[in-house]
């Protein structure tokens, strides 16, 4: 798939356009994303005899780089879409059709919301703080906060989970809640240093209706090789990985352009880019964004492979998700150094590329979770 061909230059500069104003105000990107809904983006997953795209995972990977190199905000947002149509592509490769509801709902303009984020509970997928209470005909009413809800004004399918602890062994439910569905409210909330355009409110579940053909999985509460919790991670780390390595991208392209236009007096009025000090830290940001982006590539092929890394598949994961918001910190601090004192004013399109390159810290994996990982899987489990 030609990344050119999907997302062309035109429309990108349109949504880079934008990107100030929406920050600024905090705002949704409604333009953006009414733009990428009718060039057929939200279907990338889809099947082509559907309507959509028929994008792998690999090819969504370079899509997600080049939107979020032109508004990091807009690409992840969009990004939640993508991992839950993501997760039923993944599905469907491995013969599974249980969430093929999900393509065909996404072909149908149906958005996908992420709602599984909860403050306080850094097991993430393996247990909730929200209750999952059965009801008669099968369903259940989800009482519980999920933050970080990216797609809040637009989302119609809320994926989310909670706990039902009503029998003898208690499981994770998981399952989508149509936005018409009683019991649920936005809280407007987010007002953040950056990734402002994601407008990703907390959502306040008060007994929100998941009805019984909406359950998608119930499974023991503690990790779990479920095919939903590989998905889900595989996605979910990968997409977000290409939304920072394509901020990491732009980072490097706006100190590259600094680096020519400053001029230096001490030096006779040479650019910066003849300087050997900043020749150096260009350099270092160059090797870094080289160095993720076989990893970043390598992992999607993978996923779309179907490769069994078994056990290994977690800490390559949750290591390129850390990987990969690492190096856009690292990179975008560079380039605000390159970029001089005008990177540092508000309105520079640095100096917001940095504060969004700060949001990757507060996605799942952590670093911790992502070093634990990888620990565990070079040293063995920690000893009782």
Known sequence: ???????????????????????????????????????GYLKAFVPQAEGGLGAGL????????????????????????LVWTGVAKVFADRGDTSLAFVLREAAGGEVFAFGISEAGNDSVLFDANTV??????????LTGTKIFTSLAPVWTRLGTFGKDASGDAPCLVYGFVDRDAPGWRHVEDWDTLGMRASQSYSTVLEGAVLRPER???RIPVGPSPDLLIFAIFACFETLLAAVYTGVAERGLELAVAAAHRRKSAR???????????????????????DAILPQLGSVAADVDALVDRGPRWFPALSGLKHRATETARTVLDGAMRVGGGAAYFRGSELERLYRDAAAGVYHPSDPESAHASVAAALLGPLED
């Open 215 to 217: 359950v998608i999985r």
């Open 58 to 81: 690999a090819d969504v990977v370079r899509l997600q780089r080049r939107l979020a190199a032109a508004a990091p905000a807009t690409a992840l947002a969009v990004n939640m879409h």
């Open 1 to 39: 798939m030609d990344p050119e061909a999907v997302l062309p230059d035109a429309l990108l500069e349109e949504i880079r356009s934008r990107a100030a104003g929406y920050d600024e105000r905090n705002e949704f990107p409604h333009e953006d994303f009414d733009a990428l809904a009718a060039a």
């Open 132 to 141: 999952a209470e059965p009801t008669h005909d099968g369903g259940y009413l």
């Open 267 to 289: 030096n006779g009025g040479r650019p910066y880019a003849q300087d050997p000090d900043i020749r150096w830290q260009v350099a270092e940001m160059g090797l870094a964004v």
